[in-house]
């Protein structure tokens, strides 16, 4: 009797040693919806970490090692990671790279100097993160068929709380007159958000953060927010402030709280996805409030 239960007692405990299943993400907010799907079954290095600027990141000769080491490559794709094709070279990488967005339907730039023609910041977009957290599960139940279940089931729970972020984020858009919805922010990172909550952005700078803004777009920006009565401006973690400031001032508008466009932040209530969701909403909306 004693022989039975302790190997019942070994079996029990066998998924937990397991080694842990070890994968990639190429930046911070995708990061954090791999580990949600992916639990503690999963071992997760992380490359463009928090408050950093995956457009223009340079890896360094640690994260070729880091990537090297793991079976599964998160990627947004969508044109986000152009140093991607490299960095695989460099780690001479015989992982699997999964594409987040496969399925969904991108949104074309607005100017389309910069070579790509689709918006990579699909994240902001509660709707197709489901389709994208989806793909997760998928991904790391094909590499882990034994956690088939434990991914789909933490993807549903996951995918409950996108659902409540969704219904929470339209009540507050909804409590701001629609003629007031238009915002200003300093790179063009919030198409997506906008499309699905009917708000009119305008950007300073393109959808990369490595294009500039001319003097005569600043210029021609400014007059239309004088004229608007665009009060609702904002600065993003990852860009310059020098240029919304410079908005600012010549405005006479003072810039709302911090956006959260392309990377998380190091503190805890906007360091990962929801929290930092539910920061840009509730700054959005207080910020368009103040139009005129
Ligand atoms: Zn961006």
């Given at each position: 009797?004693?022989?039975?239960?302790?190997?019942?007692?070994?079996?029990?405990?066998?998924?937990?040693?397991?080694?842990?299943?070890?994968?990639?993400?190429?930046?911070?907010?995708?990061?954090?919806?791999?580990?949600?799907?992916?639990?503690?079954?999963?071992?997760?290095?992380?490359?463009?970490?928090?408050?950093?600027?995956?457009?223009?990141?340079?890896?360094?000769?640690?994260?070729?090692?880091?990537?090297?080491?793991?079976?599964?490559?998160?990627?947004?794709?969508?044109?986000?990671?152009?140093?991607?094709?490299?960095?695989?070279?460099?780690?001479?990488?015989?992982?699997?790279?999964?594409?987040?967005?496969?399925?969904?339907?991108?949104?074309?730039?607005?100017?389309?100097?910069?070579?790509?023609?689709?918006?990579?910041?699909?994240?902001?977009?509660?709707?197709?993160?489901?389709?994208?957290?989806?793909?997760?599960?998928?991904?790391?139940?094909?590499?882990?068929?034994?956690?088939?279940?434990?991914?789909?089931?933490?993807?549903?729970?996951?995918?409950?709380?996108?659902?409540?972020?969704?219904?929470?984020?339209?009540?507050?858009v909804?409590?701001v007159?629609?003629?007031?919805r238009v915002v200003?922010?300093?790179?063009?990172?919030f198409?997506?958000l906008g499309?699905?909550f009917g708000i009119r952005l305008?950007?300073?700078?393109?959808?990369?953060?490595?294009?500039?803004?001319?003097?005569?777009?600043?210029?021609?920006?400014?007059?239309?927010?004088?004229?608007?009565?665009?009060?609702?401006?904002?600065?993003?973690?990852?860009?310059?402030?020098?240029?919304?400031?410079?908005?600012?001032?010549?405005?006479?508008?003072?810039?709302?709280?911090?956006?959260?466009?392309?990377?998380?932040?190091?503190?805890?209530?906007?360091?990962?996805?929801?929290?930092?969701?539910?920061?840009?909403?509730?700054?959005l909306?207080?910020?368009m409030?103040?139009?005129?």
């Amino acid at each position: 009797m004693k022989k039975w239960l302790l190997l019942l007692s070994a079996l029990l405990c066998l998924p937990a040693l397991a080694a842990p299943l070890p994968v990639a993400a190429s930046f911070s907010i995708l990061g954090d919806l791999v580990q949600n799907v992916g639990g503690e079954r999963i071992q997760l290095v992380t490359l463009v970490g928090p408050e950093q600027d995956a457009h223009i990141f340079q890896p360094t000769p640690a994260d070729v090692q880091k990537l090297g080491g793991t079976r599964l490559f998160f990627i947004n794709g969508l044109g986000f990671e152009g140093w991607q094709k490299r960095l695989q070279q460099a780690s001479n990488y015989r992982g699997k790279v999964i594409t987040v967005t496969q399925g969904i339907s991108p949104l074309a730039m607005k100017d389309e100097q910069h070579g790509h023609s689709l918006d990579p910041h699909a994240w902001q977009d509660p709707v197709r993160v489901q389709q994208m957290v989806k793909n997760i599960a998928e991904a790391l139940s094909t590499a882990d068929p034994a956690g088939a279940a434990d991914y789909q089931a933490r993807a549903a729970s996951y995918s409950k709380k996108i659902d409540q972020l969704m219904a929470w984020a339209q009540q507050e858009v909804a409590s701001v007159p629609p003629g007031k919805r238009v915002v200003l922010t300093s790179h063009d990172a919030f198409a997506y958000l906008g499309q699905r909550f009917g708000i009119r952005l305008i950007s300073p700078q393109g959808v990369s953060t490595e294009s500039e803004a001319s003097a005569k777009d600043v210029a021609r920006l400014i007059r239309q927010m004088k004229k608007e009565g665009i009060r609702a401006l904002f600065m993003e973690n990852i860009s310059n402030p020098k240029l919304i400031e410079q908005i600012a001032r010549e405005t006479g508008t003072q810039p709302g709280a911090k956006l959260y466009s392309d990377a998380l932040s190091r503190d805890a209530a906007t360091g990962n996805y929801l929290g930092m969701y539910r920061h840009n909403i509730g700054a959005l909306v207080a910020g368009m409030k103040e139009n005129k």
